[in-house]
């Protein structure tokens, strides 16, 4: 079962097009995409990827993450 995360992102457009995401409150979430769309699928990936390695390091997320049942 997979779990839906609240939380807020930054989408900025760059020169040479494009978008790059971040969020303030995962530092290691960063990626980009050619469209909005692309961008926000691939933070999707990389926040999946983020939640396994904390998993697997036995970590929690920060406190500010919001998750949704």
């Known amino acids: 079962m997979s779990q839906i ?3 807020p992102l930054v989408l900025e457009p760059q020169p040479e097009g494009g ?3 971040t969020c303030p409150l995962l ?3 960063i990626t ?3 469209a909005i769309q692309d961008a926000l ?3 999707n990936d990389a926040l999946a ?3 396994d390695g904390f998993k697997r390091m ?3 997320l ?3 993450i919001e998750w949704m049942k």
């Open 27 to 29: 530092p290691e979430l």
């Open 62 to 64: 920060p406190s500010a």
């Open 19 to 21: 978008y790059v995401v």
């Open 41 to 43: 699928q691939n933070a």
């Open 58 to 60: 036995n970590k929690p």
């Open 49 to 51: 990827a983020i939640v």
């Open 5 to 7: 995360y609240k939380l």
């Open 32 to 34: 980009e995409g050619e």
